[in-house]
């Protein structure tokens, strides 16, 4: 195959513009008028030059022929002629383009975004087009979309490329391939672009059906950022705060953490992290009323990413947990009430809250059956849903598994629990008829379920279908400790034991009046909107970047949401990506696409016009000059 071709080539039918030229010049010859005493012997000189004067001036103008040379330029420039950088350019080109908060790393301060080189390179490609080839464009991060369909239409690649920005989140580069396949099932593609700064995966389960070529950006300064912002309940009334400072590998100085609350600077303290030993800073943060606490890193010397360098932290006010015991299981009220940060119910003389909301409740089953909480113990009830899988018998029986996974059961041993009479399934593959009821079995006996568990997304309701009293479950440990877990449990359902910082992506666990529309306001000005269901459930909050998003009619009506991302922060760029039959390597240099000629011809043929321009101006002054003397 020729190393080289033309966009254009019906563009040739210019060339016959050089049949006019030639003629133009033939039309506008002028005589001089000389008179003569004979014309005997300028005959035979009159005759010769009949025959050789159209060649002869055809031969000897300069212009003539310097116009001719600036039509061909010309010409060939209006054929788009191209050289191909490999022996066959793909038709189907998807350009995959890194958007993650590692793409908005500069190299040096004030210079272009890793975002920028790749756009730069990605319009490199576009300009290079040849006939019949079309390019489509998807932008990822944490997800895929696509920006472009398969479009030979440079102007509107272009258009769809200025549209990019920066995304404050992680690199997800499954997403984007998946894309491309979909793509690859009605269009033929051979080869896949991607243009990344190389701070992705560098494994992937999934199979490539087309050639991926990888183009990495060159690598950015030096880099530090907050990377875990969290707190843990301490004691009643305060909170342990604990923020993560990280760094790249080129990274040298100290930086500056500062945290404050409403306003006011709380903590001031000097970092120096590095890539192999990154920086932890611990506070104390008051728990008497709800508070935001925002931390922000000031680096000394350059800071090439600055999604990293502030974070968020939504703190509730801190509260006991209100537990109902039923007055008849005396054990565990026993147990409960010796808990700290926990007030137990019913009161003295049967007191109840005023607005029967609990946060647990461990009911029998003559008591407690009416009062709602998110996580619930039932004990000596068989729910009336298993009451067609699961019976009662007299036998003794013994546990012989449990899910220890189970946030109830974490660290309780329940091998030692004598059960004087259990439960058996009473119809076949119990097992499966009580799933299929929404119920999980988590403690197996010998003959049938012991414990099991039905979840909602707001609640988790725990039934014990034995009686208490017929086990020796209230005199092993394994009692307080399950009780304990019950009372954990519910607090982290309120944010009462440990809260984190909202990270960019998809937020979840907003609520609002079932049907409601919520307007959200993102922090770089955006605007959406959210239908919450009839259960009074939000649908996930996009969040792609960092900053503070105001819901309107929504609880909470405010979150703060960080980048928080190591990965991101370190800029960290890896040479190639394992896929599951094969590995690619990252480009050693760019790989370039087909190389467009029209603009080098198109500046040869001005500066050939130049030329013309100064001979035709040379040669009208000799002529002036010439006949001047005749005078």
Known sequence: M??????APLAAWLAFLAIPLVAFYFL???RPRTEVPSLVLWQQVMNDSRVNSPFQRFRRNLLLWLQLLLLLLLVLAAMQPYLRARSRERLHLPILIDCSASMGARERPGGPTRLDEARQRATERIEGMVRGQRICLIAFGRTARRLTDFSDNKRELIEALATLTVQDVESHLDDALTMAQALGRATPIEEVLLLSDGNIPSSSSIELPFTLTFERMEPAGANAGI????AVRDGSSQWRVFVGVDASATYRGPATLEASVAGEAIVRDVVAPTADNPERVIFVVSGD???RVDVRLSVDGVDTLAADNSATLDLPALRPANVYV???LVACRRVIGSMPDVQLWPGPHGAQRTDDQYDAIVSDASSGAALMAPVRLGIGAIPAALTGCVARVTTPDRVVD????????????LGDVVIAAGTHFSVAGGVAACEEQGYKVIVHGEQGPLLVLHQE?????????VDMDQTTLPYRIALPVMLANLVTLSLEGEGLVRAEAARTGVLSGLRAAPGARCVVRHPDGGRSELVADSAGWLPGLVAQHSGVYRIEGASPDMIGVSLLSADETSLAAVERIDFAEVAVTAASELVRGTRPLWSFLALAALILFLIEWWVFHRVQTRAQGGAGRGE
């Open 289 to 291: 009323t709800a508070s």
């Open 28 to 30: 506008k010859l002028k």
């Open 227 to 230: 990377t875990s912002l969290r």
């Open 457 to 465: 997304p707001d609640s988790r309701q725990y039934a014990l279908l």
């Open 402 to 413: 449990w899910r220890r996974g189970d946030p109830l059961l974490q660290h309780v041993e």
């Open 2 to 7: 020729m190393p080289f071709g033309f966009s």
């Open 326 to 328: 039923s007055e008849s």
